[in-house]
């Protein structure tokens, strides 16, 4: 029977078996970030183990840095500095790679990594942060961990870990225009829930993968972990080849055609069995919008907010009815049209330069609506200056669209900025759960296009009615 | 890490589904570069009145008695979801909750949970409602015990139901073992790997940096 790229990896990447179903894996790349690496380099140095290997270990500030303008290692997050500079002594003193403020490397940790050529095809890549899935984009295996973890895959290069089920979705059809990678994980999502994908590894293949461009397939694993995954991976094929070549970590002329030659043999086999399949017709698809607190709460920007009552399932209707409540909106609703008092367009979902090229081709000659706080976060310092470079930053800024440093900034309330109690938002970001963004905030996801249309109509709009679109 | 092998204590029923980390503890609670003090910032959404006081939401389970002695939880599906802050756990652990059952997890809760000592139990939402509906009816006397030597969970009225863990965590968590300390003894094998993967994949090894 065939393998499948998963079944590859894992096979590839074992230490040893440790029986009951875990293996030992060798962990090719760890990233670290101030919000959560600062605790586990710390956890290490109090438990007397250094890091093995810290030429390939990597660490950025992204979470808590302040995204205004002349920053500083002052944050509005109260206590935020401590993070900053605890990283970056515990950084120094561990020798590993430091992206810090200032670096025209830095920026939010999965936007950098494959940027940087550090997330490769078929290396196993962890970092303490739920998203790392992104770099399944590049047919990584890269997952999410906690910080003792981080710990241990620090101290010995290898995690323990019980292989998961394997699941592959295939997205078949063309995509309508309006309709983005960050559409059909939304759907997806809507449709089998935010548990959906517990306990999978999920392939994502079919023909509307195929043709999506690199960055469209990190917004697509991005939320893999939304669905409940413990990853999510596209197998990588010339696009991504294309795509790596020539980055600063990536394997340099002399060695590039051996790691070509090896990330063919990466692919699912034919004949290869999953645990599930699923397939998605992609061409009926519109543009998604979430309604309620988790991702799954979402649908098309036609519909309008489903009827609590109608839902068979007592724990999915209480926990739809808590949404409407802490969302203020009735059942039955509109969604397009509903007026919004902020947009957002950031986060490691889609914050990358093709995200920022579209949203400014599609903002050209607008003015975001009156009453609007609209705010741009570009993912990375290079995402910025390239951003610059092609004159993105002003078509943001004529619009009414602040433009920013890179980091997470508000695509999660750290205590310091948010959007204000009770005030809707609509936001290129993956979570949209109580408080995320800022207490009681009410986010709607959608993407950057939506995100743009919204903007400008002052109101959730459907982006294939923008005018001059 | 601290030992579990039995715990007899107030279980607190939490019926939500999709409790994600940022609900467990909000990021804006995760105040200084720490695993404690986090305890008071536990649910701090929806265990106080408004976002930042400290006034208690009187409503909030862990706000009534019994249950501000509860060391167990139960919840819906998908508990802990979202957000790998394992400060989600270390929260939970040093307010006092010691075990939680739920019909399922988020992944890199559910391996942060055994890392520190606290044991996530995986059994079928209906025990959990059926448990619920007892505990209401009688929430100074009902007890739950968490019996990870037998993988049972049996609750004070008689009744009990199995729940399966995967031995490495149930080893872990009975030992109280620390995770380095055993991977490096396989030390060889994992120097053994490295040397045979870098004649394979030569471009995954950086050359190491000057300091
Ligand atoms: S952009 Fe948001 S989701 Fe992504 S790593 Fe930063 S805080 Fe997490």
Redesign the pocket.
Known sequence: MGQTIIDKLWAEHTVADLGDGATLLYIDRIFL?E?TGSVALKGLETAGHTVRHPEQVFCTM??IVDTTPGRTDDTRMPGGREFITSTRASAIAAGIHLFDLGDDRQG???VVSPEQGIALPGVTLVCP???TCTLGGLGALAWGIGSTEGEHALATKTLAVRKPRSMRIRFEGQLQPGVYAKDLILHLISRFGASGGSGYAIEFAGSAIRALPIEARFTLC?MAVEFGAWTGIVAPDETTFEYVRGRPFAPGPAIWDQAVAHWRTLATDADAVFDREIEIDCSQLGPHITWGTSPQHGGNIGDAVPDPAAEPDQNRRQSMQRALDYMGLAPGTPLEGLPISAAFI????N?RISDLREAARLLRGHRVAAGVKAICVP?SSQVKKAAEAEGIDRIFREAGFEWRES???M??YAGGESFGLEERVVSS???NFENRQGPRTRTHLASPATVVASAIAGSLADVRKLKGN | MEKFTRLTAIAAPLLRINVDTDAIIPSREMKRVSKTGLAEGLFAGWRYQSPGSRAENPDFILNREPWRKAQILLSGINFGCG?SREHAVWALHEWGIRAILAPSFGSIFQGNCVRNGIVPVVIDNAVIEGLARKIEADPHGFRLTVDLENCRVSSSQGESWPFTIPDADREMLLEGLDSIAVTLKRDAAILAYRDRDRVRRPWIYLPARDK
Request: aromatic share 4%.
């Open positions: 970030h919000r992204d979470h939010i940790v999965h942060d739920s998203h991005n950031g986060s490691c979902t914050s993912g980091g997470c900034s695509c999660f970001t993956n979570r | 957000s």
